[in-house]
Structures are given as structure tokens and as C-alpha cells.
């Protein structure tokens, strides 16, 4: 590998030159043991320190005295004229200039300043008794690639696709963050651990395993000049036979919930069925094939109809599936590609057993997850057929990204499903790839999307129509809501699009004053903050479990008789545990008492299923306070069924009402943009924002939180009060939404 290194930076007038020499790095290449120069280039971070210039002038006058670095038109990189013209170096040069402050020559009366220790200290923040201009907080980082221009043909290609592409959105996609993995950063590592001590009591053989990734057992292959590689979670290795253990956050529930139906109406037949002698959920579908099973002689070809939702990569199940199963093409590859026979290898996915319910045993102040009523806190499945399946599938997609990288080639009418559209794992690339779908007016601003379409035929009429998903139609080049009209079918869809052509709202004064006719004052409008650990922290809790730190009410005891917020607390009343210790029991006393039904009333919440099940399960924790839970329970209203036209709803109050041919929602307006979260819906009311909190949405809610134990007192001040606010914007929130729902129907 050929590296580069500073030789010199001398000064010139207003500025610097810098040189780089080559590094010699030499390897052996023939049996002899003879060695010869490295190819390649590497990439590398250079940090320069500015010991030239007289002094630092916020008003530049004598660019010659500047202490800086900076670019004009003359600026270049250029290759040694003594034999490296030819390297490419120069066409591939990028370099990042982040400014994060200057500060002037200082010392202070005394003479003792230590300037050294000055600039170190530098922050954002101007400080002018020590002469510092903060200048980060206003300046981004800047890229400058001095040659871009003569960049080879592949290199303008990619640059005009993808680079050229993220500098207009402002983003990086190469950096990926995901707030709520944050939150459980550590639980995710103790869950692996866990998995590890867990295979470890089980199976017998060496096993490898490390928290650090790049400690864990790899296997690797080169084809077509792409390398492809992997790291496993947990690996055994004994008498020439290879467990391989993929370890996953998710728990067992969907994959518990796989069953075959072999005919209408008749019994479901599991996928899995665990083997009580080795704890392992064994593959039993080839168990069916040959069998007649209510009437029918089952094929292999009936069973691979019918595991379509495992072995589709983008479902629920798929996904995690896949991810095995391209583990075993790159370990088994590696064997063939060695010129070995690969060995018997057998792989299993370990998840969290959704029925495991921890008992609150601790060890060394930890909780302790021992085998409860014949649980345990894992499931571990035999997926080497379900992998098998696959292979031919992932050798496909190998050759297509080999092609496609060859020849650095976008391909267009690509979108779909996968793209996984506002889902937590949604693709990176969506906002590229759908740039010209994201408009205002766009086909995505229809509630619906993947049923509300049909194919248009001249001799068939609306009902007769075949469906379409919606990414048909945009990989046609049908982008907004006015060309995809000739294909919509749903009402919904026809008042949103009128909505936005208009400009206007619709509004169902009816069916809206007959729902809210029946909010009772006094209303409490309720709101909860939970924290769904991977693992169970507190006694009756399963993994994910929602458990309970924090509520907000607003009490508003007649119509606009409520303030946000007051010195004797009349109107607003709260929860916040102080720390990760179990407060569930406080809160729901307090929550007990501050509720007071004994005259009538409503607790409303939105999407109110949440707090139900809340509800519910605090009922099931704490019996002694089941009777006045449940009163609560019995009076929460939702308040989105108000606005989604809830059947259910309605049919509460009249069995006999249906939906059918009614729109599936009583208020709609062209910002609520396909979506009814109560941060769309805050705006249409009211000139209130949750930009201006510091949390602004739940699962920001869940990283504070989650960092509250390991802040200084300042900083937990100030994070506490931050979470307070936000969770009392979403009860107001709803308080203003129902006062603004009201004028509408005067």
C-alpha cells in the first residue's frame, strides 16, 4: 500500500504550502523471501498547527500576518513531477476543513498564561477575556475536492449520483444514528452476553464469543475483486462440527405465531415446535410433506407456498432469516473458496422468549434470569433448512451487485416495499431514491397507500378492477396525488386530494358532535412515557415490556377552564420517576389519586390503546389497587377514534352503525399529510410547536431517560425538567385539539 506523509509546510503569503512525500512500506511477494513496494492508497486524518503569522485581526487588513489556511482559485494539489503523474493521487484528493474557533496570541497580567492549555480549551462559545472567537456554531464543515473535474469516468459517474446528491440534501448517509438504539446501547450488549452464558450451559464445545465484534470469529471470501465477509455472535467448534449462533434483539413472538392452514376454516399446523430434551425449536415442516392433511396430500411444493412470509427478506421473520442465511453463503464460500470441503455446520437464531416473565431475582445487584415456571429468558431456532431455501436467492443478488458496481450503475423503477417507507428501519437511501416523489401534493400523502389503488381499464369498472401497490405506480413515473387519480378508488383518497388541490379541510360536523358529545367533564387528559428495555428490569416485567416512568394530566373541569401550567397545580398534575430503580407502584398511586371519578368524568387519552394496556397491566402487578385502577381503565376515552372514525366507537353507543362507503376519518387537513400524530395535528390548532423542547417526540423521551443515572447533578436537573416539559405538551396538546375540534362544530 502506497502511503503518504507531511515532508513540509512552509509558509507563503497568506497562507501555507504542503508537501507529501512517499512512505516506504515494502511486503514479501515471491518464496524466496524477496520483498517489493506496496500498492494502493490509504486514507488519513491530518491535523496542522499554525506557527506562522503575527497575530490573529478580526478584520482581516494584512492577509500576510493571518494565522490560517484557507482555498482560492489558484489552490490545487499536484503530483511529484519526479515519477508519480500517473498515480491518480491528484484526482483522488478529498479533504474536510471543520473550523471550531481562533484565539489570539494571550496571556494574561501576570504573564502565566498557558497558551497551549488556551487553545485546547477552545469551545464554540465566544469568551472575550480571553480573546476567543467561537465560530463553530455558525460555520459547517466543508469539503473541497481540488480536482474533482478530472476525476476518471466512474469516479464524475458516482460523484454525480450519489455524492453530488448528498451535499444538495445536507446529509451523510454513511452515518447512521438511531436515537433509541442509543437508549439501549448497553442492554443490547448484556443481551448478547446473556445469549452467551446461555448457549455456553447448553451445548457442549469451545465456544467463541466476544462483546467486541471485531474480536468475534470471522469468515471471509474474495470474488470479482469484492471481498465479503462476517463476524458471528457465538461460535462452536468440536469434533469437525460448527454451531453457528446468530443473536437477535427482537423476541419469539412472530415467529411463534407462524403456522401452516392447509384448507379453509381448518386447524393451523406450527412451524416450530420445540424439542424439550435440547430446548432447541426445531423445523418441523418437512414433518407434513407426504402427510394428508384435512383432506389434502401435502407437496414440498404446498409447503414452500406456503412460507412465504419467512422467506420473503422484507418481512417481520424474513429479515432475520436472511441475515442468517447470508452468514452461511460467506462461511460456506469461504470453505470452497480454500479449496476445503465444507464441514457439517449447523445454524441457529437466538431471540428473546416473549413468554419469559422475570421473577425479580438479582445477583450481585443485577438482575438475574433464571428458568421461571419452565421459561427461559431465550428461544433458540434450527433454521438450517429455512437458511438452505435462501442460498439460490443470495447468489442471484451476488452477480447483480457485482454487475452493478462494475459499472457504478443507479438503477431507476427499483422501489418498493423494501424500501421500508416511515418504518424504524427504513432504508438510508429512501430521500435519494425518492427525491422526486417527495413533493408537496405527492402520491405518499394518501392515507392507504397499498390498498387504495387499481390497475384503470377502459371496460372495467372501479370494483372490477385488478388492485396496485402504490410503488407501481411511482415506478411508472407517477409521482403526486393529481396523476394517480385515474387509479384511486377510496374515497379517503379523493377527500385528501381535495383537501390539498383546495387548499381546505373537510370536517364531518355530525358524526364528530356525536362523539364528543359523549366527553364528559370533568376531563382528564392523560398521557404516558414508557421505557421498553430489551430485557426486564423489574419484577413481572417480559422483554419489551412498556414499563411505566412517567405520566402528565391536565385536568379541564369545564369547557376552557384549563392553563398549561400553574403555580398551585390545579390544572396540571404529573409523575417522573427520579432515577431506574422501580417506581411503578408510586406512580400509579399518585395517578389513583389525582384521577378522582367518584362524580363522573373522562380520561382521554390519544391513541388510547397505550394507556389501556398500561392500565391493565398495573392491575394485573398490584391487586390491592385493581378496583380503582379498573375505574380508571373503564373511563378512558380515545380521542384519535374521534378524529379516524373509530367503528368500534360508534358502535359502542349504536350496534347497528358501520363505516362502509364513509370516509375512515371525521377531520382531515392537507398538513396533517397522511399522518394523524398528535405533533401534525398541534398545528392545525394552535400556533404551538414541539420544535422549541429540547424532547421533542417520545423516543427522545426514551434516550433522556435512559441517561438520567449517569448525568451530573446540572445535567440531570436540566434533562428531568426537559422531559416534564414534553410530556405535559402532549396531554395540553390534546386539551387544545379537542377545544379546537369544538369551534368547528358550533
Known amino acids: 500500500m502506497k502511503l503518504f506523509e507531511k515532508a513540509s509546510l512552509t509558509t507563503t503569503k497568506g497562507g501555507y504550502r504542503l508537501l507529501a512525500s512517499r512512505v516506504g512500506n515494502y511486503v514479501t511477494t515471491s518464496d524466496d523471501g524477496a520483498v517489493s513496494q506496496g500498492k494502493g492508497y490509504v486514507a488519513f486524518d491530518l491535523f496542522v498547527m499554525n506557527l506562522s503569522g503575527d497575530e490573529y485581526y478580526p478584520e482581516i487588513t494584512d492577509p500576510s500576518n493571518e494565522e490560517a489556511i484557507y482555498l482560492d482559485t489558484e489552490s490545487s494539489v499536484t503530483a511529484d513531477d519526479a515519477g508519480n503523474t500517473a498515480s491518480g493521487i491528484e484526482n483522488s484528493v478529498r479533504i474536510a476543513f471543520a473550523q471550531i474557533g481562533r484565539v489570539q496570541n494571550y496571556k494574561n497580567a501576570t504573564g502565566s498564561e498557558d497558551e497551549a492549555k488556551l487553545v485546547q480549551g477552545i469551545t464554540c462559545t465566544d469568551d472575550s477575556s480571553k480573546k476567543i472567537t467561537g465560530i463553530c456554531a455558525s460555520r459547517n464543515a466543508t469539503i473541497w475536492e481540488p480536482n474533482d473535474t478530472k476525476h476518471v469516468q466512474n469516479a464524475i459517474n458516482w460523484y454525480n449520483t450519489s455524492c453530488r446528491t448528498r451535499k444538495e440534501t445536507g446529509e451523510d448517509l454513511t452515518i447512521v444514528t438511531n436515537a433509541q438504539m442509543e437508549a439501549y446501547a448497553q442492554y443490547f450488549t448484556e443481551l448478547e452476553v446473556f445469549a452467551a452464558e446461555y448457549i455456553k450451559r447448553n451445548f457442549e464445545g469451545n465456544i467463541v464469543y466476544s462483546e467486541n465484534t471485531k474480536e468475534q470469529k470471522k469468515y471471509s471470501f474474495t470474488k470479482n475483486g469484492h471481498t465479503y465477509y462476517c463476524y458471528l455472535d457465538i461460535y462452536i467448534e468440536e469434533n469437525n462440527k460448527i454451531k453457528v449462533f446468530e443473536v437477535k434483539s427482537t423476541t419469539s413472538s412472530k415467529i411463534d405465531e407462524l403456522h401452516f392452514i392447509f384448507k379453509k376454516g381448518s386447524d393451523s399446523y406450527p412451524v416450530f415446535k420445540k424439542n424439550n430434551i435440547t430446548k432447541i ?122 454487475k452493478r458496481s462494475e459499472h457504478l450503475k443507479i438503477v431507476n423503477n427499483c422501489l418498493g416495499d423494501h424500501c421500508k417507507y416511515k418504518k424504524t428501519d427504513q432504508c438510508k437511501f429512501f430521500n435519494i431514491c425518492h427525491k422526486p416523489v417527495l413533493n408537496d401534493g405527492s402520491i405518499l400523502e394518501f392515507t392507504g397507500k397499498h390498498y387504495c389503488f387499481k390497475h384503470l381499464t377502459s371496460l372495467n369498472s372501479k370494483k372490477e378492477r385488478k388492485s396496485i401497490n402504490m410503488y407501481d405506480l411511482i415506478n411508472d413515473g407517477i409521482y403526486t396525488m393529481k396523476d394517480s387519480l385515474p387509479y384511486v378508488i377510496g374515497i379517503d383518497q379523493l377527500i385528501e386530494y381535495e383537501c390539498y388541490e383546495k387548499n381546505s379541510r373537510y370536517v364531518d360536523k355530525d358524526n364528530l358532535t356525536f362523539l364528543i358529545d359523549k366527553i364528559k367533564y370533568p376531563i382528564y387528559h392523560l398521557d404516558f412515557e414508557s421505557y421498553n428495555c430489551p430485557l426486564p428490569r423489574f419484577y413481572g416485567e417480559k422483554p419489551y415490556s412498556q414499563s411505566l416512568f412517567q405520566y402528565s394530566l391536565h385536568i379541564e373541569r369545564n369547557y376552557g377552564d384549563c392553563e398549561i401550567d400553574n403555580l398551585n397545580g390545579s390544572y396540571h398534575y404529573e409523575y417522573l420517576a427520579p432515577d431506574h430503580h422501580d417506581h411503578r407502584r408510586d406512580l400509579a398511586e399518585k395517578m389513583i389519586r389525582d384521577i378522582d371519578l367518584s362524580n363522573g368524568g373522562t380520561v382521554l387519552a390519544y391513541h388510547a390503546i397505550f394507556e389501556k394496556t398500561r392500565i391493565l397491566e398495573l392491575m394485573n402487578l398490584y391487586p390491592d389497587l385493581k378496583n380503582k385502577l379498573e375505574v380508571i381503565y373503564n373511563a378512558v376515552f380515545d380521542l384519535e377514534d374521534v378524529i379516524h372514525a373509530s367503528e368500534k366507537l360508534y358502535q359502542r353507543y349504536d350496534p347497528n352503525y358501520s363505516i362502509k362507503g364513509k370516509p375512515k376519518f371525521n377531520f382531515y387537513d392537507k398538513n396533517l399529510h397522511a399522518s394523524f400524530s398528535i405533533k401534525k395535528l398541534l398545528p392545525i390548532f394552535t400556533n404551538l410547536t414541539y420544535k422549541d423542547l429540547e424532547v421533542q417526540n417520545g423516543t427522545e423521551a426514551i434516550l433522556v431517560y435512559g441517561m438520567l443515572p449517569n448525568l451530573t447533578e446540572d445535567e440531570y436537573q436540566n434533562k428531568y425538567l426537559a422531559l416534564r416539559k414534553y410530556c405535559r405538551q402532549d396531554t395540553w396538546s390534546m386539551v387544545k385539539i379537542l377545544q379546537g375540534l369544538k369551534e368547528m362544530i358550533k
Open 281 to 402: 425449536m426445531e423445523y418441523i415442516g418437512n414433518d407434513y410433506i407426504n402427510q394428508t392433511i384435512d383432506d389434502k396430500y401435502i407437496t414440498e411444493e404446498m409447503l414452500l407456498e406456503k412460507l412465504k412470509t419467512p422467506l420473503n427478506r422484507y418481512s417481520d421473520v424474513g429479515k432475520y432469516l436472511y441475515d442468517v442465511a447470508v452468514q452461511r453463503h460467506i462461511i460456506e464460500e469461504s470453505f470452497k473458496s480454500l479449496g476445503e470441503t465444507v464441514p457439517k455446520i449447523e445454524y441457529y437464531l437466538v431471540v428473546l422468549n416473549h413468554e419469559y416473565i422475570y421473577d425479580g431475582k438479582t445477583k450481585n445487584g443485577k438482575p438475574f434470569y433464571d428458568t421461571v415456571d419452565g421459561e427461559d429468558l431465550f428461544k433458540i431456532y434450527d433454521v438450517n433448512y429455512l437458511t438452505n431455501i435462501y442460498q439460490e436467492s443470495i447468489y442471484c443478488e451476488r452477480d447483480l451487485f457485482d
